[in-house]
């Protein structure tokens, strides 16, 4: 009689822990510590897993994005990604740049209801969503699109990855102050927000400011505990003297200033009056930041190479650059150079000739709110005052004086809009306009 041999155990069939927080590690913090006024970074987390999964179940293949509170801007913006979706970052809600969403397929996330249907509407209590069972994981890259600001030509459209961003957020916590609560004049929507407000609040462990403060008066009332802010010229120059100076000194621990360039006198009264110099960022949507400065020379970021090329073309190339940029011509050989920061005990590097730091990549000058295009005046046969209101960084000044001496132009024969394109000279005559009403008014 033979014996049967017992049956093998079944083994038993152990499954792997979802990985149902994907989220966490990128937020740098406690599950329990905020991320934004009200929200901890574990209920950030678990929202953005909401929206996520149920951006997958819907098969959501590119989103785009348009927040006033830039927080849950951060969350839908991760949310995408995870889910494997392109995503557009429209500058503003033109019909040429929903369009251009549009034609890319894509949702509408916002936290404004006229933006986003009801599917998509990003609320409070999208905030307060439970993390969904099932598990997430990162797709190998995620990308996302945005565009230039056309200040030389036509808008521009940039792709960004996540490796880039997340490159660029890292070096920049490294250089940036140790710990803030960012508070913002400026948007998400375009990469110096983008930047700062997101990608690096996130890596430096700090919280973000949900509202972007358009009015100096509403960057001043936020800041009633430590905070850094983030801001362009143009608002930091109506900051002016009468100010609560004194309290602000105690809480202000830093301040971010890109978009163009911040004029001496105003950094002069920032360090004046809180004690620091403001950080100058210069870069462009094209290459990222390329330098820094606090009150003294321009520092490259470690990771940053940049030079003069031969035939005095601007070069830089970065981890978040998407390869070697080539730019506009440099004006001169004579403008502050850039230094490159001692790594390592070797000595600062310097390129073999100098952008000036007052030109902003792409062909454009930047002041405050009036950027003006470098080329295309001689190209175009624009007469000597035009050309001169050119190199003086002055195109919508130029603009200006064209318009209002057009009588004059077309009695000899010229055309008054000659050298400039349609947007100047529409904007020119919203200028006039708008003079000439003040000179009514009081007279």
Known sequence: MTMKRPKPPVPIQLQPKPKTMPILPLLNRSPDSLLAEGWTASQFSAATLSLAARLRAHQVRAAALWFDDAARFASALLAAWLAGAEVYLPPNLAEENRRWAEAGGAVWLSDVPEVSDGLWLYDGAAEQAAAPAEALEWPHENVLYLKTSGSSGEAKVEAKTRTQMLAEATALAERLPASWRGLAGVSP???????????????????????????????????????????????????????????????????????????????????????????????????????????????????????????????????????????????????????????????????????????????????????????????????????????????????????????????????????????????????????????????
């Open 189 to 443: 929507q375009h990469l110096y927000g983008l930047t700062f407000r997101v990608f690096v609040s996130l890596a430096a462990g700090c919280e973000i400011g949900r509202r972007q403060c358009v009015y100096p008066e509403l960057l001043l009332a936020d800041s009633r505990r430590e905070c850094v802010w983030i801001a362009s010229p143009a608002l930091l120059n109506r900051l002016g003297e009468g100010r609560d100076w004194a309290r602000l000194r105690q809480n202000v621990r830093g301040i971010i200033s890109a978009g163009g360039m911040l004029p001496e006198a105003t950094a002069a009264l920032l360090q004046e009056k809180l004690g620091f110099a403001p950080h100058d960022v210069y870069g462009s949507t094209e290459t990222g930041v390329i330098a820094l400065r606090q009150g003294g020379a321009w520092e490259l970021l470690p990771a940053v190479e940049a030079s003069v090329n031969e035939e005095n073309i601007f070069q830089v190339a970065s981890p978040w650059s998407g390869g070697v940029r080539r730019q506009a011509r440099v004006a001169g050989a004579a403008g502050a150079r850039f230094a490159r920061p001692r790594l390592g005990g070797r000595r600062a590097l310097r390129p073999p000739s100098a952008a000036r730091p007052d030109c902003r990549l792409g062909g454009t000058f930047r002041r405050g709110h009036c950027r003006a295009a470098r080329t295309g005046a001689r190209r175009r046969g624009a007469n000597p005052e035009t050309a001169s209101g050119q190199n003086a960084r002055h195109r919508r000044a130029a603009a200006l004086l064209a318009f209002c001496r057009r009588p004059a132009a077309q009695s000899a024969g010229e055309n008054p809009r000659a050298g400039f394109s349609d947007g100047l000279y529409r904007a020119a005559n919203r200028a006039a306009m708008g003079f000439a009403a003040r000179k009514r008014r009081n007279a």
